[in-house]
Nanobody, 121 residues
Protein backbone atom coordinates (compact mmCIF):
# COMPACT_ATOMS: atom_id res chain seq x y z
CA UNK A 1 0.00 0.00 0.00
CA UNK A 2 1.25 3.46 -0.93
CA UNK A 3 0.29 6.54 1.07
CA UNK A 4 0.71 10.27 0.55
CA UNK A 5 0.68 12.35 3.72
CA UNK A 6 0.41 16.13 3.48
CA UNK A 7 1.21 18.81 6.02
CA UNK A 8 1.62 22.56 6.22
CA UNK A 9 -1.77 24.04 5.47
CA UNK A 10 -3.40 26.72 7.57
CA UNK A 11 -4.64 30.28 7.76
CA UNK A 12 -2.49 33.10 6.40
CA UNK A 13 -3.05 36.77 5.62
CA UNK A 14 -2.94 38.05 2.04
CA UNK A 15 0.66 38.53 0.97
CA UNK A 16 1.87 35.87 3.36
CA UNK A 17 3.60 32.55 2.74
CA UNK A 18 3.02 28.89 3.47
CA UNK A 19 4.97 25.75 2.71
CA UNK A 20 3.21 22.48 2.03
CA UNK A 21 4.92 19.11 2.29
CA UNK A 22 3.87 15.69 1.02
CA UNK A 23 5.68 12.46 1.78
CA UNK A 24 5.11 9.21 -0.10
CA UNK A 25 5.54 6.04 1.89
CA UNK A 26 4.76 2.36 1.76
CA UNK A 27 5.48 -0.36 -0.74
CA UNK A 28 6.59 1.74 -3.66
CA UNK A 29 9.15 1.02 -6.31
CA UNK A 30 9.58 4.35 -8.02
CA UNK A 31 7.98 7.75 -8.42
CA UNK A 32 7.62 9.32 -11.85
CA UNK A 33 6.06 12.60 -10.84
CA UNK A 34 4.49 14.36 -7.88
CA UNK A 35 2.37 17.43 -7.78
CA UNK A 36 -0.22 19.58 -6.10
CA UNK A 37 -3.82 20.16 -7.08
CA UNK A 38 -6.39 22.35 -5.39
CA UNK A 39 -10.14 22.54 -5.18
CA UNK A 40 -12.06 25.59 -4.05
CA UNK A 41 -15.74 25.38 -3.01
CA UNK A 42 -17.96 25.01 -6.05
CA UNK A 43 -15.03 24.63 -8.43
CA UNK A 44 -13.30 21.75 -10.15
CA UNK A 45 -10.00 20.40 -8.93
CA UNK A 46 -7.15 22.03 -10.81
CA UNK A 47 -3.45 21.46 -11.23
CA UNK A 48 -1.29 23.88 -9.27
CA UNK A 49 2.21 22.54 -9.90
CA UNK A 50 3.91 19.32 -10.89
CA UNK A 51 7.48 18.03 -10.88
CA UNK A 52 8.91 14.91 -12.52
CA UNK A 53 11.68 12.71 -11.20
CA UNK A 54 13.97 14.45 -13.65
CA UNK A 55 13.15 17.83 -12.18
CA UNK A 56 10.92 19.18 -14.94
CA UNK A 57 8.21 21.44 -13.57
CA UNK A 58 5.00 23.00 -14.75
CA UNK A 59 2.71 25.48 -13.03
CA UNK A 60 -0.77 26.85 -13.36
CA UNK A 61 -0.65 30.30 -14.89
CA UNK A 62 -2.35 31.76 -11.81
CA UNK A 63 0.53 30.74 -9.51
CA UNK A 64 3.50 31.21 -11.85
CA UNK A 65 6.14 33.35 -10.17
CA UNK A 66 4.57 33.02 -6.71
CA UNK A 67 4.69 29.29 -6.02
CA UNK A 68 7.68 26.98 -6.27
CA UNK A 69 7.55 23.20 -6.32
CA UNK A 70 10.55 21.10 -5.33
CA UNK A 71 11.25 17.53 -4.33
CA UNK A 72 13.66 15.50 -2.25
CA UNK A 73 13.99 12.19 -4.08
CA UNK A 74 15.83 10.56 -1.20
CA UNK A 75 12.88 11.30 1.11
CA UNK A 76 10.15 10.74 -1.51
CA UNK A 77 8.86 14.14 -0.53
CA UNK A 78 7.53 17.06 -2.54
CA UNK A 79 7.21 20.64 -1.31
CA UNK A 80 5.17 23.61 -2.43
CA UNK A 81 6.45 27.00 -1.34
CA UNK A 82 3.62 29.50 -1.69
CA UNK A 83 4.47 33.19 -1.53
CA UNK A 84 2.42 36.34 -2.08
CA UNK A 85 -0.72 34.43 -1.28
CA UNK A 86 -4.05 35.82 -2.41
CA UNK A 87 -7.59 35.16 -1.18
CA UNK A 88 -8.29 33.33 -4.44
CA UNK A 89 -5.63 30.77 -3.46
CA UNK A 90 -7.98 29.57 -0.73
CA UNK A 91 -8.75 25.89 -1.36
CA UNK A 92 -8.12 22.37 -0.24
CA UNK A 93 -4.72 21.38 -1.61
CA UNK A 94 -4.20 17.76 -2.60
CA UNK A 95 -0.90 16.00 -3.14
CA UNK A 96 -0.74 13.72 -6.15
CA UNK A 97 1.81 11.12 -7.11
CA UNK A 98 2.32 8.93 -10.17
CA UNK A 99 3.91 5.99 -8.41
CA UNK A 100 4.88 2.45 -9.28
CA UNK A 101 3.99 0.07 -6.44
CA UNK A 102 6.33 -2.83 -5.68
CA UNK A 103 5.72 -5.80 -8.01
CA UNK A 104 3.50 -3.72 -10.26
CA UNK A 105 4.37 -3.16 -13.94
CA UNK A 106 2.37 0.06 -14.07
CA UNK A 107 2.35 3.46 -12.47
CA UNK A 108 -0.70 4.30 -10.39
CA UNK A 109 -2.20 7.69 -9.54
CA UNK A 110 -2.32 8.29 -5.77
CA UNK A 111 -3.87 11.15 -3.80
CA UNK A 112 -3.33 12.58 -0.36
CA UNK A 113 -6.17 13.40 2.01
CA UNK A 114 -5.97 17.13 1.36
CA UNK A 115 -4.94 20.10 3.48
CA UNK A 116 -6.86 23.35 3.83
CA UNK A 117 -5.21 26.62 2.86
CA UNK A 118 -7.13 29.75 3.76
CA UNK A 119 -5.94 33.21 2.77
CA UNK A 120 -7.87 35.87 4.63
CA UNK A 121 -7.38 39.00 6.67
Amino acid sequence: QVQLVESGGGLVQPGGSLRLSCAASGRLSSIFAMGWYRQAPGKQRELVARITNGGSTNYAESVEGRFTISRDNAKNTVYLQMNSLKPEDTAVYYCNGLIQPIKSPAYVNYWGQGTQVTVSS
